[in-house]
């Protein structure tokens, strides 16, 4: 049992590790994959300009990393059965909105932008691999004992 | 199930060897898949779009045959036109059953009414039409009046708003075509009347005036009658009707084909090769596992373990590696492609359209099995090799 528990925890170390190249990823490729990166903006009648709705969801975005980079460093240093299954939860919750982020709540622009061509299916793709590896840490930790 | 369940004991305790067939097998079979589903879909696009454009002929007047496949592909305008009263001498030729005029009138840049940056116009002539009109009797029961068009899959009515407004003018949209991944998507049919009336309101509406000569059309689509025969009237039109180029619907296209069958055999090639080399060192890793397992094989053999038993046992592990590989490389290839398509369609240039469900289900089930298949048959000869070995001579090593 003791090798198992050690090998749970090492398995929950890399899994942690990975959490957080995924949160820098999230956080990151939006800020220059955005309209607003490109130099493109709205213009206003006013003859001003406003960021487009992808800039929003970038913003957005940072706000979906930061804590699922907080859930993967915790995940490397807590061995605690509960608490890594708590992270695991959390870390599926912060995986879920950020793919909702681009695709409902807040939307990317227009086809051919690369906010819909890149950054959209990027968070896509992360959120996904955050949700994968968040739940093989709540599996591997309810393997593990106390 | 006693051999399925060797096979999974069998690959979990030697994890790394394994791994790296597992990861090979993913690997080619997503490269497989990806330049598959590649070429498919540029060829679903075009077939969707050839569907959609619903002629026989394409008659365009002679020097811009280039120009009008690229406006109906890529949705660029073209401003080569030809004078109406061509459609006279078209309707005289005997074998053609039907023309009817199109006019490429436009390009708008970056308009809010289409997710793609250029909106293309194209005016019909609803009297002759037969494009357009059968789908609009389907889904609306009626043609369009002044003020009404209809739009490619792209095209939408801005939020907040109930018409598009084009030159200052007001439209309503009444519905979308279905995708077709070709320039149709983000093109916008009006009627004939519609143009008169916006290049009218343009004068006092719009920043830069329309013009609309109705004299001038870009392109005529021809109808075929039954029983003709398309090759045989195209060379009519080249003889009878000086200054016109006719195009035949499965020749439409034509460059852009060449070039993807050019692709096509050198994905093609390039695939063979890496699946004879992958085969082939699979084959090798098996022959050198065969080589360390020959002993742990005779203790089997001992226990009273068939011949046919270890050789079936070998197979299977190479099958359900196989197995694994390829449902996890063709899943991740298919998810990437379908997520990444807008961005591999643009840096390609190349219409792309995901194919049918049914389409997809196909190739998914082939490159599973062809996976399991090239690996299976990598393992064969060290598989027979093993299984046939002197148990002696084994044991005594």
């Known amino acids: ?146 | 199930v006693q051999l399925v369940r060797l096979a999974l004991k069998n690959i979990r305790a030697s994890g790394f060897r394994s791994l790296a067939i597992f990861l090979a097998v993913m690997g080619v079979a997503g490269f497989l898949l990806t330049t598959t589903l590649i070429i498919a879909g540029a060829r679903y696009s075009l077939d969707s779009g050839l569907k959609r454009l619903g002629a026989d002929l394409l008659v365009v007047p002679f020097g811009a045959e280039d120009k009008i496949e690229t406006a109906l592909l890529m949705g660029k305008p073209t401003n080569i036109f030809m004078p109406r009263n061509n459609l006279e001498k078209l309707v005289g030729i005997p074998g053609i059953s039907a023309v009817s005029p199109q006019v490429y009138l436009a390009s708008m840049y970056d308009s809010p009414c289409c997710a793609v940056s250029e909106m293309f116009i194209v005016v019909y002539d609803p009297a002759t039409d037969f494009t357009l009109t059968p789908w609009l009797e389907k889904y609306l029961g009626r043609g369009l009046n002044e003020k009404e068009v209809i739009g490619g899959t792209y095209i939408f009515v801005p939020q907040g708003e109930k018409y598009i407004r084009l030159y200052g003018y007001d439209t309503v949209l009444l519905g979308n075509l279905e995708p077709t991944g070709t320039g149709i998507d983000q093109t916008l049919f009006m009627t004939l009347e519609t143009a008169m009336a916006m290049a009218a309101s343009s004068s006092s509406t719009a920043m830069e005036r329309l013009y609309v000569n109705p004299d001038r059309i870009s392109a005529a689509m021809v109808k075929i009658a039954p029983g003709e025969d398309a090759h045989r009237i195209a060379l009519r039109i080249l003889k009878e009707a000086p200054g016109m180029v006719p195009i035949e619907s499965p020749n439409l296209f034509g460059a852009f084909r060449s070039q993807m069958n050019g692709l096509l055999w050198g994905f093609l090639a390039i695939t063979v090769t890496i699946w004879i080399i992958a085969m082939y060192l699979i084959g090798i890793v098996f022959s050198m596992a065969a080589n360390e397992r020959r002993r742990e094989m005779a203790v089997l053999r001992a226990i009273g373990a068939t011949r046919n038993f270890i050789f079936a046992s070998l197979l299977t592990e190479a099958a359900l590696l196989a197995f694994g590989g390829a449902i996890i490389g063709i899943s991740s290839a298919a998810i990437g492609l379908y997520l990444f398509k807008d961005l591999l369609a643009g840096s390609l240039r190349m219409p792309f359209l995901f194919p049918s469900i049914p389409s997809f289900l196909g190739f998914y089930g082939g490159g599973v099995a062809l996976a399991i298949l090239a690996i299976t048959l990598s393992a064969l000869i060290p598989a027979f090799r093993i299984s046939r070995q002197e148990l002696a001579i084994a044991m005594r090593e």
């Open chain 1, 1 to 146: 049992v003791p090798s198992k528990q050690r090998r749970g925890v090492k398995m929950n170390k890399f899994l942690g590790i990975t959490l957080i190249v995924i949160a820098l990823a999230i956080a990151i490729i939006p800020a220059f994959t955005d309209c607003q990166s490109q130099g493109r903006s709205l213009a206003l009648a006013n003859g001003g300009t406003t960021a487009m709705k992808c800039h929003w969801t970038a913003q957005a975005e940072i706000a979906s990393g930061v804590p699922l980079l907080a859930v993967g460093a915790m995940m490397v240093v807590i061995r605690r059965k509960k608490a890594l299954i708590t992270l695991g939860v959390m870390g599926s919750i912060v995986g879920i909105f950020t793919i909702l982020l681009p695709t409902q709540l807040i939307g990317v622009c227009q086809t051919t932008m690369l906010c819909n061509t890149i950054m959209k299916p990027s968070l896509t793709v992360f959120g996904s691999l955050a949700i994968i590896v968040s739940l093989g840490a709540m599996v591997l930790a309810r393997k593990m004992g106390d």
